[in-house]
């Protein structure tokens, strides 16, 4: 599967062929080194393991250093394999938005959703609230009412839409078009929405 290490700029909007205005996010994917070949013969798989972003040389760990080192690179924020890479590149080359993707290719997107933090069940699992009550709620507004069981079980069941953390969940968008590709600048224009604030790190997937 080829791929690359990006991160979202944020989003616009542009008008196709017939004048519609589609929206669609900007992400910089890549350029992304080569810091590890994994083969067969020595790793029981194939894959390439890619590295992307600045980081400061006194937040990196040693044995990073050393591992970024040996593909004669400066330290990197974001490191990932992808597995049955059809590109062939050796240690410390560079892939770049063009050697990946074009225009019309269909896409995934995997990156951390925005954290919400603890929200209630209306905003999290849209329950109606006031004047929707059921389930022996009465005159509590917003609160989620009866949970569904007594003496039999005696429990709260796995799986119940409650209150509790919203977002930062690690989420995979499938199938999204990339309607422009900007070579020049590392850029693409996906259709649509990904996960993740701006700036975030994201993992775009062929």
Do not use: W
């Amino acid at each position: 599967m080829n791929g690359l290490i990006g991160k979202k700029i944020g989003m616009t909007s542009i008008y196709d062929a017939s004048g519609k205005n589609v929206a669609c996010t900007i992400i910089e994917a890549g350029p992304c080194v080569v810091t590890q070949v994994r083969t067969e013969d020595t790793d029981g798989y194939a894959a390439l393991q890619l590295a992307y972003g600045e980081r400061k040389v006194k937040n990196t760990p040693a044995p990073l250093l050393g591992h970024f080192e040996a593909a004669g690179t400066a330290p990197k924020h974001q490191v990932r394999e992808f597995r049955g890479m059809s590109l062939n590149k050796e240690l410390g080359e560079l892939i770049t938005v063009s050697d990946v993707f074009q225009e019309g290719d269909k896409v995934s997107v995997v990156g951390t959703s925005k954290g919400k933090g603890f929200q209630g069940v209306v905003r999290r699992h849209g329950f109606g609230g006031v004047m929707q009550q059921t389930h022996g709620q009465h005159n509590r507004l917003r609160a989620p009412g009866s949970l569904g069981n007594s003496s039999f079980a005696a429990k709260v069941m796995k799986g119940m839409r409650m209150a509790g953390q919203m977002g930062n969940d690690r989420v995979k968008v499938r199938r999204l078009q990339i309607l422009k590709v900007f070579p020049d600048q590392n850029l693409i224009l996906i259709k649509g929405a990904v996960p993740g604030h701006k700036g975030a790190y994201v993992i775009i997937e062929k």
